[in-house]
Structure formats: C-alpha cells, structure tokens
C-alpha cells in the first residue's frame, strides 16, 4: 500500500466539488442561495452555452468587505455558523463555506463585490497550484458579482458527462424557477445567450403572486389551483394546491418548500399521496406549490450535500399535519369553487373498459321514485330544488314556470323567483344516452356522469358512517347462500367483524359455504353476492386484519361502485336535480372514487366559439 499523502488544496477542493457541482445548475444554485443569504432583492443571471462557457451572477445584496474577500473562496469558511447550536437551527440557505472554493478549484471564477454605494470595490480570484487568492480593487456598485467560466475546464473527465447545452440550460432554469417561486420578494433577469429568457418582478401581493407562478407553472396551473394557508402548534402550511382533476402523467408540477429551501422528502410525499388518494386516477400525478414554516430547529437541513433532502426531528406531527390540511382542503372543494377549466377538466377524462360502464344490469337508483314523467317533462311547481337523501321524501319546494308562461311541456329553465341564487352546477335540462345529465347554470352549461356523481355521493356516506361506525343493516327476509373457496370462508369468518363493521353479518354453514343474513340498508338494491366477492378478495390479497385500515376507503369504494346507479338508467328530472344538489354538499363530489371528474363545465363564451359567433 504507498504511503499516506496530504492532498493538495486544489485536488481536495476538486474532490470536494463533486458533491456540490454536479453540472452548470449546481453553479447556479450555490451561488443564488449566497446571494439570497446576502439579502438581496435583485438578481441578475447571464449564462452562455447552457452556463458551460460563463455563468455571470450580480446581486445588489450586503457585499464582502475587503479583508473577508479571501476567505470567500477558502474552504469550510463561513459567516453562517460558528457552532453546534448555529448548525443545530440553521436558518440560511447555506451554510457549509465549501461552494465558491469547489468552484473555483473547476472553473475561472472572478468575485466582484461592494459592501456600500461609494462604487468603489474589490476583485479576488484564485490562482496557482496552491489557489491563492490575489485581490485587485475593482469598480462596483453594493453588493456582488461572481463570474464563473470554463467550467471543468481543468477536469476533463467531469466535463464529458456534460449534456447538450439546451439540456443543460434546462437544468439550470428549473433551478432559477425553483428560487423564483420561493423567494416572491426577489426580483429575477435569465438570460441565455444574450437573450431575455426570464424578468420577474418581485412579487408583493397576492395578485402579483399569482401571476409570478403563473408565469412559471402555467396560467391553466393557478386556474385549476386552490390557495390555502393553515398554520397550528408552530407550523404553517400555505401556496396553491392543484385541483384534482388537474392531475399530470408525471410529477413535474410538484414544487415544495421548508423555510425557503426546495426538498424531496419521503415524509411530505407520503402526505401528499396520502390526502390525494381517495381522487386520484391511477397513474396520475397531483400538482402544487406548497410551502412549510417551521422552527429551523426543528428540521435538519444538514443530511446532504446538496442540501435537496431534509430530516424533521417530529416527523409524524409534520406528516400529520400536512395529511389533515390537504386532506381537508381536498374534501372542502365544492361546485361553487371550482374554476371553469373544461379543457384541464377533460384531460383526464378518457376512460374506456369495464371502469367506465361496468354492471349496466343494475336499474335501481336509490332516489325516491316519482310519477312517470319523462325527462324532457316538466310540468308547474314541480320540486326540483332541494337535496334528497335516499330515505327522504321531503324536499323544498320551489315553483318552476315554464319558458313561455304556458302549462304545456317544455323543457327546464330557471324560476324566477331564484334568479339571484341559481346554485352551483344550475338546473337539469336532460339526460343523454343514459350516461350523462345536462345542465344549465348561470355561466353557461354542465356536463355530469351521472354514475361518477352518484358513486362518490354514495361513498362519502359509506364513509361518514363507518367513522360514526353506525351503518345501519337491514335483515334478509330470506338469507343468501353463496358458494366460497375453502380459504375465502376462513378469511369471512376470521374478519367476521370487520364485515359487521361495513353492515354484513356473514354465518359460515360449510367449509366452502357461507350465508348472508344482513346487509347495509344503503346497498340494499345491489348485487350484495358480487360486492361480498369482491370485499373478500380484497381481504384475500392483503393479507392479516391489521392490514385492513390501510385499504378501508378502497373497500367502501368498492360498496359504492355497486350501489351507485349505472349508465342507461332513465332518471326523471327531480332525480337529476336531487343528484345535483347532493353533489354541491358532498365532500370530493368533483371526482369519482377512481379519480374521474363528475362534471365537466361549458361557458357560454365556449359554445359562443364552437358555433363561431361573434365573428
């Protein structure tokens, strides 16, 4: 083995390097966060070649003093920290006084900087074998400029792996946009090649906000976004939260924030998932800008080096919380705070196979019947405004005159006595093809699945009663037999009680034989011998109980897909009314339990387009 040597400061700085510069945006990155630690509002980046050739970065920060511009490219130098307690609660950007020294150990780099307005400066850079830094005084306004060329210029085989500049320019304004949407205070100029990509101004009010995000997510983003800001027991949750419907095929519109520094972390995505679940279609991806404040003690920032992974001392309190309030701003979406976004809406629409149309046998809604009256019918004061349970027979009544003030057949229109408050997704109009429901509301038009509405109706209340744990049974006047395998009856009577909890009472009568005496009154109508299947399968294929709470909700969607009513079902307009009005009340109601929307809206200014008027 040869002898133990002490490395050079060059070659331990180069070694250095690799952890914090991986490419052009890892240059970006450090050097923006010193210039945001320096307090500064302005921040102007030039780059050519995908920052290959020159990276330039002025900022209108704090500035160096003179006899400190040595120490800003010596390594493990730093005003951010002196001790344990300061690593402990570290409340800059960085920290660790290693990134102009490895940068400049694999590149030219020049830093030009100013600690007030008298324009008088001082330029280090560092040279030789031993990279000692040499200070000649330099013109400059307050604050600092860093110019970093020829990056790997001395380390050819890093600079190899290097990408094509457009890629590598790619890397390095998501990184600006990262900081951009992180730091609203801050003004933003890119530019690649001599050419403005970029101007941002700072952002100071909500509106402006707004727009700042806009410009960097996607005006069709902050359309189909919520804005929401919690706080409780010293964290606060805030920024904008994608609908679910606005849903991606990868996550690339996930930006999420701890005191002002952009993470990954395995905590805050399983949160995330975690509120989304319940109306997410499968293999889509939700979208947000979210920021976390918490005490910088109370999260550790120094578990790489890069510094993109962080570890919270409390992590189930910060998982729980950040589950709570988006699962809570999720389940509070309404019809009336949805956004008229039909395109967005229906991107995500296309269903085809047995999730789209499956048991179209079943006729049965569980609404109360009324006369037989088509659905294009209407005749005077009929009840078409008020919400139905399936037990209720009440309902408010409000008179509906017909369009032209005669008691022959004509089709629904508003009432006069409720034009001022024409609710959410408006009145029915029609059904089509038995799948869909039309309808007309102040804006224009609506499109409702029917079957997606009523299953996410019906699941929300399977739910609501399993937490209250009073679904209620109704016994069979004649018990059902069904036929099991051996290893599906032993799983029914293991978890005998988890199906008393759901509203079954199952009796075991053979080995490969078991008997259905009760059923939940909700479900009353559907296929129980199907839906007992499909709940033991799912039991099958989890495995022990303890399992069981994990895929509860999936269990009830599975109840609610078999009580909800199925495509080619006549409804009369009371129904499609009763639907309606229990959708603008119902938790999740914008999707089904599979993650589809319920209902797509149709401004008039839309259809204007489609028919070409006003050309």
Same mark, same amino acid.
């Given at each position: 083995?040869?002898?133990?040597?002490?490395?050079?400061?060059?070659?331990? &700085?180069?070694?250095?390097?690799?952890? %914090?510069?991986?490419?052009?945006?890892?240059?970006?990155?450090?050097?923006?966060?010193?210039?945001?630690?320096?307090?500064?509002?302005?921040?102007?980046?030039?780059?050519?070649?995908?920052?290959?050739?020159?990276?330039?970065?002025? /900022?209108?920060?704090?500035?160096?003093?003179?006899?400190?511009?040595?120490?800003?490219?010596?390594?493990?130098?730093?005003?951010?920290?002196? /001790?344990?307690?300061?690593?402990?609660?570290?409340?800059?950007?960085?920290?660790?006084?290693?990134?102009?020294?490895?940068?400049?150990?694999?590149? #030219?780099?020049?830093?030009?900087?100013?600690?007030?307005?008298?324009?008088?400066?001082?330029?280090?850079?560092?040279?030789?074998?031993?990279?000692?830094?040499?200070?000649?005084?330099?013109?400059?306004?307050?604050?600092?400029?860093?110019?970093?060329?020829?990056?790997?210029?001395?380390?050819?085989?890093?600079?190899?792996?290097?990408?094509?500049?457009?890629?590598?320019?790619?890397?390095?304004? /998501?990184?600006?946009?990262?900081?951009?949407?992180?730091?609203?205070?801050?003004?933003?100029?890119?530019?690649?090649?001599?050419?403005?990509?970029?101007?941002?101004?700072?952002?100071?009010?909500?509106?402006?906000?707004?727009?700042?995000?806009?410009?960097?997510?996607?005006?069709?983003?902050?359309?189909?976004?919520?804005?929401?800001?919690?706080?409780?027991?010293?964290?606060?949750?805030?920024?904008?939260?994608?609908?679910?419907?606005?849903?991606?095929?990868?996550?690339?519109?996930?930006?999420?924030?701890? &005191?002002?520094?952009?993470?990954?972390?395995?905590?805050?995505?399983?949160?995330?998932?975690?509120?989304?679940?319940?109306?997410?279609?499968?293999? !889509?991806?939700?979208?947000? %800008?979210?920021?976390?404040?918490?005490?910088?003690?109370?999260?550790?920032?120094?578990?790489?080096?890069?510094?993109?992974?962080?570890?919270?001392?409390?992590?189930?309190?910060?998982?729980?919380?950040?589950?709570?309030?988006?699962? #809570?701003?999720?389940?509070?979406?309404?019809?009336?705070?949805?956004?008229?976004?039909?395109?967005?809406?229906?991107?995500?629409?296309?269903?085809?196979?047995?999730?789209?149309?499956?048991?179209?046998?079943?006729?049965?809604?569980?609404?109360?019947?009324?006369?037989?009256?088509?659905?294009?019918?209407?005749?005077?004061?009929?009840?078409?405004?008020?919400?139905?349970?399936?037990?209720?027979?009440?309902?408010?009544?409000?008179?509906?005159?017909?369009?032209?003030?005669?008691?022959?057949?004509?089709?629904? %229109?508003?009432?006069?006595?409720?034009?001022?408050?024409?609710?959410?997704?408006?009145?029915?109009?029609?059904?089509?093809?038995?799948?869909?429901?039309?309808?007309?509301?102040?804006?224009?038009?609506?499109?409702?699945?029917?079957?997606?509405?009523?299953? !996410?109706?019906?699941?929300?209340?399977?739910?609501?009663?399993?937490?209250?744990?009073?679904?209620?049974?109704?016994?069979?006047?004649?018990?059902?037999?069904?036929?099991?395998?051996?290893?599906?009856?032993?799983?029914?009577?293991?978890?005998?009680?988890?199906?008393?909890?759901?509203?079954?009472?199952?009796?075991?009568?053979?080995?490969?034989?078991?008997?259905?005496?009760?059923?939940?009154?909700?479900? #009353?109508?559907?296929?129980?011998?199907?839906?007992?299947?499909?709940?033991?399968?799912?039991?099958?294929?989890?495995?022990?109980?303890?399992?069981?709470?994990?895929?509860?909700?999936?269990?009830?969607?599975?109840?609610?897909?078999?009580?909800?009513?199925?495509?080619? !079902?006549?409804?009369?307009?009371?129904?499609?009314?009763?639907?309606?009005?229990?959708?603008?009340?119902?938790?999740?109601?914008?999707?089904?339990?599979?993650?589809?929307?319920?209902?797509?809206?149709?401004?008039?200014?839309?259809?204007?387009?489609?028919?070409?008027?006003?050309?």
């Amino acid at each position: 083995m040869a002898n133990i040597n002490r490395l050079t400061p060059r070659l331990a &700085n180069q070694i250095a390097a690799g952890e %914090v510069v991986e490419r052009p945006a890892s240059v970006v990155k450090e050097l923006l966060e010193n210039s945001l630690d320096a307090g500064a509002t302005r921040l102007d980046i030039d780059v050519e070649e995908g920052g290959i050739k020159l990276i330039r970065i002025r /900022d209108n920060g704090s500035g160096v003093e003179q006899d400190d511009l040595p120490l800003t490219i010596a390594r493990h130098a730093t005003s951010k920290i002196r /001790d344990l307690d300061d690593l402990e609660g570290v409340a800059t950007l960085g920290f660790r006084g290693e990134a102009l020294a490895s940068i400049s150990s694999v590149s #030219r780099l020049a830093l030009t900087s100013s600690p007030d307005g008298s324009g008088a400066g001082w330029k280090v850079q560092a040279e030789g074998r031993d990279m000692d830094a040499v200070i000649v005084p330099a013109a400059h306004n307050q604050g600092t400029t860093v110019e970093v060329r020829d990056l790997f210029f001395n380390t050819p085989a890093r600079r190899k792996f290097l990408r094509t500049d457009k890629t590598e320019f790619g890397h390095l304004e /998501d990184v600006v946009k990262r900081l951009a949407l992180s730091h609203f205070g801050v003004g933003f100029t890119l530019r690649h090649n001599q050419k403005i990509v970029h101007t941002l101004k700072p952002a100071l009010d909500e509106m402006e906000q707004d727009r700042r995000v806009a410009t960097l997510c996607g005006t069709s983003f902050v359309e189909s976004a919520v804005r929401i800001d919690t706080q409780t027991q010293g964290l606060r949750l805030w920024g904008w939260l994608g609908l679910p419907t606005f849903s991606r095929s990868q996550a690339d519109l996930q930006h999420f924030f701890v &005191n002002g520094r952009s993470v990954r972390d395995k905590v805050v995505n399983h949160a995330v998932r975690q509120a989304y679940q319940d109306v997410m279609y499968h293999g !889509r991806f939700a979208a947000y %800008v979210l920021y976390l404040e918490l005490d910088p003690k109370g999260v550790d920032v120094n578990v790489h080096p890069t510094k993109h992974e962080v570890r919270f001392r409390e992590s189930r309190q910060v998982h729980d919380f950040l589950f709570r309030t988006l699962h #809570r701003a999720i389940a509070e979406l309404t019809p009336a705070d949805a956004k008229p976004q039909p395109l967005a809406l229906a991107s995500t629409a296309t269903i085809s196979g047995p999730e789209a149309g499956e048991f179209r046998e079943q006729t049965r809604l569980h609404l109360p019947q009324q006369a037989a009256t088509p659905s294009w019918q209407v005749r005077e004061n009929m009840q078409l405004y008020g919400r139905l349970h399936p037990a209720d027979s009440d309902v408010d009544a409000i008179p509906l005159q017909p369009a032209n003030g005669s008691s022959t057949a004509t089709n629904p %229109v508003f009432p006069a006595e409720v034009e001022g408050e024409i609710p959410p997704l408006g009145f029915a109009l029609a059904q089509l093809h038995g799948i869909y429901i039309l309808a007309q509301n102040r804006d224009g038009l609506v499109l409702v699945d029917m079957h997606a509405a009523h299953e !996410r109706i019906t699941y929300e209340r399977l739910k609501s009663s399993w937490d209250e744990a009073k679904i209620r049974s109704q016994p069979l006047l004649v018990p059902h037999s069904m036929a099991v395998s051996s290893r599906e009856a032993d799983f029914a009577e293991e978890h005998a009680d988890l199906f008393q909890r759901l509203g079954f009472e199952l009796e075991r009568m053979g080995p490969e034989t078991l008997l259905i005496r009760e059923v939940p009154i909700l479900l #009353r109508n559907a296929n129980i011998e199907q839906l007992v299947r499909d709940v033991l399968a799912d039991i099958v294929a989890e495995g022990s109980s303890d399992r069981i709470d994990n895929v509860l909700n999936e269990l009830l969607a599975t109840m609610a897909c078999h009580g909800s009513v199925r495509a080619n !079902r006549k409804l009369t307009v009371p129904e499609m009314n009763a639907l309606l009005r229990d959708m603008e009340i119902t938790e999740r109601s914008g999707q089904c339990n599979h993650g589809r929307p319920t209902w797509v809206p149709m401004s008039l200014a839309e259809l204007d387009k489609l028919f070409l008027r006003g050309r």
